[in-house]
């Protein structure tokens, strides 16, 4: 029921017990306004400039309808509100009669001390309160903070992150408070949790909808949000039979490599070969040839080994982006047919990706994207591929023509879930919904819909808190807010940079935090030569191996976890409030809940052999001694090979726990 009460001067609007808006002549809840923004791109980083010519209070309203499940309201004669229960939850709509219009903030009641988690993949912060967030998806930059690579890389080539650019945002986010917000609209937005208790959510157009609920219980809270924007398919069972091994340079080394892992020990669930279509050097390193079609030269006899590997229970993927290199046989096919994102001139517009141009596939058009569905039914899933990486998709540029004509400053955050739509749909129209894992790492609302996993894109080869090993920890649970479920970051990191070099033990304690997530998946990085792989030495295969077999004893639990996501909606890697409702927890990123069962706190710097724990309300047992610990924080014996992982006693899962102990 809609809790509304309306007097001389203002109004409060609640729904389940729980007010939402409060507004009057002096403070309203709602203001309007004018503006113009400007957006510079250069590789996927954005530099946006808005200038507001008005802003404008709605002070003044009058009621037009009140019912126990209806409100509408009429602000100055200027915009509507429709505020509706709608499924359990209360939804707001508005209408504006003036099309001039095209910013709005909206005042939403908080709380003093709540923690606010989500906007979707955040890496730097996973509690929000005190934050103004941007919502716009773009690239999530090197380094992402104020040390020298970010300083160097803005000086390069405006290739610096900060703390909130990512590949996947949504303007989703739940408090601790127990009630979630979300919104359909698609338009660049910035919520602004830096009020004590209220916060003022802006968009740049007119916003579709505003979606509240509330819960009796965090589980129950993310139940209901994840059942509005949409839970991600299973994974195929395959996925849980061991590693995905990333390597690339031909049949030859693929081979050489397996082989040797096979040797030392390691499950092995999949070869992934991004360079499956061909390779091109730049200054940045090795990049992809944007093709997507065998290239038989670096692959001969390809088709042949992905039937002799499958035969061996292993699976072959690929990699492919919603790019066209312009110098590549489908770019012109695609230009040709009109498929491609257009100029204002009427020209395909064509992007710099250093030392290479490309054209992007406009999934507006209904015959581009059939068309695009047909090159990855063709040219991949026919030639025998399991699954690939789906790169890229957060870089459509906002002055772009569409076939559509829709405004492509408000189609651009919602491009990746179309992209993610293009895959799933291709997918699915070739039966193959239970054998192939593609994975993604741009996003926004739509994706959890439509991308099989998600990764967490191209983090620095090292061990910093703004952008290497340790970010990943909280993009897996600021999504797991935003109804993701599967989530994995590449093993080892991405980007090689400067004098940035993947170490052994860099390597070696990423795999050990991969192992306890729902997909293990190695990455070479953008310059191989430069990084600790896998196989650099025995004494990392060793390791690695180990904690591939430790993966793979841990399937019946992995497969339990992704179960109780299709059920319920609680991601596999979750934060220990979600069940411990204890106020110190509310800024714990950097350990996690893997399930109910299980407490990861994997080591995040580097040369560290023990390690400080925090451990909520029970008994926990540690995972490689078997020795019991009640709540509390201690520092725990960590030496490599051996990271702080502890179970629940009396898990029903004991038996599996228990003999991970022995491996």
Partial sequence: MIEFNAHNHGFELGFQGRTFLIHNEKNPCISSGKGTAEYRMRYSHFKIRDSVREKKPLAQF????????????????ILTMTAEEKNGTLEIRFSCADAEINRFWLKLCGEAGEGIYGCGEQYTYFNLKGKNVPI??????????????????????????????????????????????????????????????YHILHFRHIPENIILGTAPSRPALLQRLSALVGRQRPLPHWVYGGAILGMQGGTGVIDAKLKNAISAGAKIAAVWAQDWEGMRMTSFGKRLFWNWQWNKALYPKLD???????????????????????????????????????????????????????????????SACTWYKS???????????????????????PDAILFSKENAERYHNRYPAMWAKANFEAVREAQKENDIFYF????????????????????????????????????ALSLGMCGIGYHHSDIGGYTTVGWIRRSK??????????????????????????NWQFDSDAATLAHFARFTRIFVALRDYHMH????????????????????????????????????DLLVAPVLRKGKRRWKVILPDDVWIHLWSGKAYPAGTHTVDAPIGYPPVFYRSGSDFSVVFEKVRDM
């Avoid at 009058?62 to 004669?77: G, Q």
């Avoid at 190695?522 to 310059?527: A, C, K, P, S, V």
């Avoid at 996501?565 to 809940?593: C, T, W």
């Fill in 375 to 397: 090159v990855i039914t063709q040219e991949m899933i026919a030639l025998g591929l399991s699954g690939w990486m789906a790169d890229f998709g957060e870089a459509l540029p």
């Fill in 561 to 596: 976890l992704s179960n109780e996501y299709q059920e319920s909606g609680l991601p596999p890697v979750r934060p220990i409030f979600m069940h411990y409702d204890d106020a110190k927890f509310l800024n714990v990123q950097y350990e996690y809940l893997y399930g109910r």
């Fill in 304 to 366: 042949e080994k992905i039937k002799e590997y499958r035969e061996r229970g292993i699976r072959f993927l690929g990699y492919i982006n919603p790019y066209l290199a312009t110098d590549a046989p489908l770019f012109r096919e695609a230009a040709d047919r009109g498929f491609l994102v257009l100029r204002a001139d009427g020209s395909t517009y064509t992007e710099d990706f250093g030392e290479f141009f490309a054209g992007m596939i406009d999934f507006t058009n209904p």
């Fill in 505 to 530: 033990e860099l390597f070696m304690r990423w795999t050990e935090q991969a192992a306890f997530t729902q997909t293990m998946r190695t990455h070479e990085g953008n310059r191989p030569a430069s």
């Fill in 136 to 197: 716009f998806v773009q690239e999530q930059g090197v380094g992402r903070g104020k040390d020298l690579i970010t300083f160097l890389a803005n000086l390069k080539a405006d290739a610096g992150g900060t703390w909130y650019t990512t590949y996947f945002n949504q303007p989703t986010f739940i408090s601790s408070a127990q009630y979630f917000c979300h919104s359909d609209e698609s338009a660049y937005a910035e919520f602004d949790f830096t009020g004590k208790d």
């Fill in 440 to 475: 993604m790492r741009a996003g926004f609302t739509g994706s959890s819909r439509y991308a099989a996993s998600i990764w967490a894109g191209d983090q620095l080869v090292n061990w910093s808190f703004d952008d290497g090993l340790a970010t990943v920890i909280p993009a």
């Fill in 62 to 77: 009058l009621v037009k309808e009140s019912t126990p499940t209806r409100v509408v309201l009429s602000f100055e004669d």
